[in-house]
């Protein structure tokens, strides 16, 4: 008798396992189904309406043709050479340069295999909403919530825009809920290195970003180790003893990063924030900085529908911990939510605003109002909604999404001549091409890597020339003249180029802000009289001519003197 029900128990057990595998499959192969969906439904649309659909532009552009240039003259030569050249050149944002390489390896040297490539953050965004989704339990309301998410144009442009900025505030994002989440009077030494670990990672992800990442994640810690000591009741003493660990751990980790990337990173910092802070600064009304990132242009293009939404959430989910939940569990929420509060006010008032920097408010945000969309329907579900409500609403949110929002976009709009850029560039990338390999050395052309200078960085980037190039085994160097405020560093970094591309000021698209771009015109006549270059139109772009300018000392038997003209 004893022996039938210990196997009948056993049945049991094996057929919970069983049916509870079963479920976990189901979950898995639903978030599947949405990333592909999304996926797809973003490349298409950046081929047909953005970036994809023309040649790379900034700064898209920059990443890629890094990423190609390690995959094809450093680790095509070695691992070593590889590790020697991140180390003694480090990539502006090695995520991405390695995401680039990844791509480029396994789908082909194109743009397009980057943008696929791009495919892991959105993977890491819908795992994420997959987590947070848990207190939901059934699998149609945790597939529901997470379809919902993925209508937040930031998440589309995970796939569209080629940047190390949506997964720098994805991850960014994951460490602020990860420090205001544990509880460090509790917490093992594991999951507090662990902590550490994480905020090290978002600190690296874009090591230019440090300027916000690294205030934001001590504002942060300090708001959660506040909150402890006062709805917690723990002793700050203990807590501050306990807070040790994770940060000595973090500036540990840190420690090899700083050594690396630390010069580059201080100097891009001084660039942007003192020497051209007036190139970079974005014109606008107090109100239109202070509502940018929200219900502005950064806002509305980033997180709509969200924003609104999200922010009714936010309240009603405060409205909610305060009545009805315990003090400790007010603890992370309220952290966080200062600590965002705090986040969005330093980029108001910053006098930069981009979309690509937003990223640092919109992903945190975003998760901020996943975890909140969660405990209210959870909460709700166990005062006032039947067991099936939180599935119901979830259905009607995402039904609505589906009717009034795309699951594809993009930061990006392209400009009308957009169509005509792919042949023209193919063009230059010829021309180039076949002026290097004809590069002959001698006097007035020095046997050095050639180098590519243009004086605007439209309507083609010198970039996009570069990663042609390159994927044609070629390498050259890019001189820029764009942040040069005198005619006369222009010139000198002009005289140091042997192929120059100059647009004619009548190309479309030039409305450049650069200081260096306004002498573009100038430059454009001299090349044309100076017989140190050989000049050529390699096409137009709406009737306006675009030059290459080839060092005529460079060509071979060319005699002092001689030009060609179209």
Known sequence: MQRSTERSSSKVLRCLGEQRLARQAVFVAGLVALFALVLQRNITFSLNHSR?????????????????????????????TFVS???????????????????????????????????????LYIGVMAYVSRPLATIPARLLFVAAMLFAPASHAMITEFRP????GLIFAIALVAIVSVDLSRASVGRRIAVAA?????TIVKPSAIVIVIPGLGLAFVFSLALRAWIGCSPIGALLRRALLPIVAYVVLMVPFALVWGGQTIAYIYQALVSNADVWRTEG????????????????????????????????????LVRYRPRAERIAPFALYLTIAMLYAAMALSAEKTLFQG????????????????????????MLLPSWGADAVLACLVAALAFSRPLGSSYTPVPAFAPQLPVLLQSVADRTADFLSRRTIGPGCPDRMPVLSATYPAPLTPESVLFELAVRGH???????????????????????????????????????????????????????????SGLIVGTVDGAPLWLFERTACLPGAAAGQRNTP
């Open 475 to 533: 390498i050259a160097r890019f001189d820029s003249v764009y942040l040069l405020r005198t005619r006369e560093a222009i010139q000198q970094t002009i005289d140091g180029a042997d192929i120059v591309l100059a647009p004619d000021p009548s190309m479309p698209g030039l409305g450049q802000k650069l200081p260096g771009s306004v002498f573009g015109g100038d430059v454009l006549h001299d090349l044309q009289t100076d017989p140190t270059w």
């Open 198 to 202: 994480v905020a090290v990672a978002a």
């Open 85 to 123: 050249g991140f180390v003694h050149g480090p990539p502006h944002a090695p995520v991405t340069t390695l995401t680039g390489m990844l791509g480029f390896a396994l789908f082909g040297p194109t743009p397009l295999s980057a943008y696929l490539a791009n495919g892991w953050i959105l993977a």
């Open 165 to 168: 900025d949506l997964a720098a």
């Open 285 to 320: 009304s107090r109100y239109y900085h202070w509502t940018f990132h929200y219900s502005g242009y950064g806002g509305t293009l980033a997180l709509r529908p969200f924003n609104g939404l999200g922010f009714a959430l936010i309240c009603a989910d405060i409205c909610l």
């Open 359 to 382: 990223s640092f408010f919109y992903l945190p945000y975003l998760l901020a109002v996943a975890l909140a969309m969660v405990r209210v329907l959870v909460t709700l579900r166990a």
């Open 52 to 80: 994809l659909s023309t040649t790379p532009s900034y700064d898209d552009t920059t990443y890629l043709l890094d990423a190609i240039r390690r995959l094809n003259f450093e680790l095509a030569n070695g691992v070593g």
